[in-house]
């Protein structure tokens, strides 16, 4: 059993605060100055207006509320377009192109490319 897995059996609510943890921890703050697509690019969903977004993360899991504590209600691979529909902090509440709704964080998902 991998090191991770065996972390989620014994303190399941641990492991969702770590995990949420790692999945901020990277994540540079927004700038005064800083536009909705460099906001995007860091991973902060403050401020990102509706619209598209392009999954980014070889599988990302979207989930039922916005943090890593929620359950998982879909995943979604890189390359798939998503809605925006809203934001808390760093997650954003997004529609798949299946019609699933959930929450996704903020770091796997970009801009779609011009053009």
């Given amino acids: 059993m991998p ?3 065996a972390l989620a059996t014994i303190a399941p609510d641990l492991a969702g ?3 949420e943890a790692l999945a901020t921890a990277l994540v540079a703050p927004q700038t005064a100055t800083g536009t909705a ?3 995007a690019a860091a ?3 403050s401020g990102i207006p509706g619209g598209f977004r392009i999954v980014t993360g070889d599988r990302v899991n979207m989930r039922a509320g ?3 504590g929620f359950e ?3 995943q979604l691979v890189a390359g798939q377009r998503t809605e925006v529909l809203g934001a808390e902090g760093n997650w954003l509440r997004v ?3 299946d019609g699933t ?3 996704m964080s903020a770091r796997y998902l970009a801009p779609l490319p011009d053009g």
Avoid: K, L, M
């Fill in 3 to 5: 090191p991770g897995d």
């Fill in 17 to 19: 605060r770590i995990e």
């Fill in 37 to 39: 697509a460099d906001a």
């Fill in 43 to 45: 991973g902060d969903a």
């Fill in 66 to 68: 916005p943090g890593t």
């Fill in 72 to 74: 998982v209600v879909g």
């Fill in 95 to 97: 529609r798949g192109e």
């Fill in 101 to 103: 709704e959930g929450w």
